[in-house]
């Protein structure tokens, strides 16, 4: 299966604010999209759907193979611990906790022992290039780290798709190339990445961009996928 299947979706608020009409997209595995747009067009509302934070109006959503219409609350959250990664604006780190221990908190639902989880935690540092790192507190650690921390967080758990909003959006140009060069190394390695931005120099530099307008995508564009193959 895709790991993202989206079937003519729509979102409507309130009953009369269309934030998508119509939207198919699907993505496979291994791809690195950049999902853009100006503000307003539906983006988040879109990362809602991706991200089984919210269900469609209508039309049919499917993650990693499950139609989300079928699943309970319940399963949902499920299915978003082990299949999805997020990676927001703000870090949202814990404070008085290490590096390490951020990262090995997001791996709690896994029910293993503490002693595995910070071993893998570790290793996701290390994908990071935060192996030196691992005993930082996020108050010691530059924004740019603290933001890889944060995708090492969401990738510890090898989750077929990593979701990243705006993720350079509270950097600066330097750190966030940084934390784009993570993840095109992740990409790299094979995990599949979408990434939602206004920035048109981060679409350019993913190699499938997805344009949203209106709640609508408006352009669908790279690396000879183009449409992605059904
Ligand atoms: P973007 O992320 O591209 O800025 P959004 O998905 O946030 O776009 O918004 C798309 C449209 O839906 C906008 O018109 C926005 O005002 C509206 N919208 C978004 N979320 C809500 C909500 N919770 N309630 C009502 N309208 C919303
Ligand atoms: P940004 O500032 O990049 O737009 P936010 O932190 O405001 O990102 O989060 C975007 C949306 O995702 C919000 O509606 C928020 O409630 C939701 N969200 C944030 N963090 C998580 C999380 N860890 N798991 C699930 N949903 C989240």
Request: with cysteine.
């Amino acid at each position: 299966p895709y790991v993202v299947e989206l079937r003519d979706v729509t979102k409507l608020y309130n009953g009369h604010v269309q934030a998508l009409r119509g939207v198919d997209l699907t993505v496979g595995h291994g791809e690195l999209v950049a999902i853009v747009g100006p503000s307003g067009s539906g983006k988040s509302t879109l990362l809602h759907m991706i991200g089984t934070l919210d269900r469609p109006t209508t039309g049919v959503v499917r993650i990693a193979g499950r139609d989300v219409a079928e699943l309970s609350d319940r399963e949902l959250s499920a299915l978003r611990a082990r299949h999805l990664g997020f990676v927001f604006q703000q870090f949202h780190l814990s404070p008085g906790v290490t590096a390490l221990d951020n990262v090995a908190d997001g791996l709690l639902y896994t029910g293993v022992a503490l002693r595995s989880r910070r071993e893998r935690a570790a290793a996701a540092l290390e994908r990071v290039g935060l192996g030196h790192r691992l005993g930082h507190r996020p108050n010691q650690l530059s924004g740019g780290e603290q933001q890889r921390v944060a995708v090492a967080r969401a990738v510890a758990g090898d989750p077929p798709l990593l979701l990243a909003d705006e993720p350079t959006g509270n950097l600066d140009s330097a750190a966030g190339t940084e934390v784009l060069r993570v993840l095109r190394d992740l990409h790299a390695a094979g995990t599949t990445i979408a990434v939602i931005t206004h920035d048109a120099e981060i679409a350019e530099w993913c190699p499938r961009q997805v344009r949203v307008r209106d709640g609508q995508i408006i352009a669908d564009r790279g690396d000879g996928r183009e449409p992605p193959a059904e």
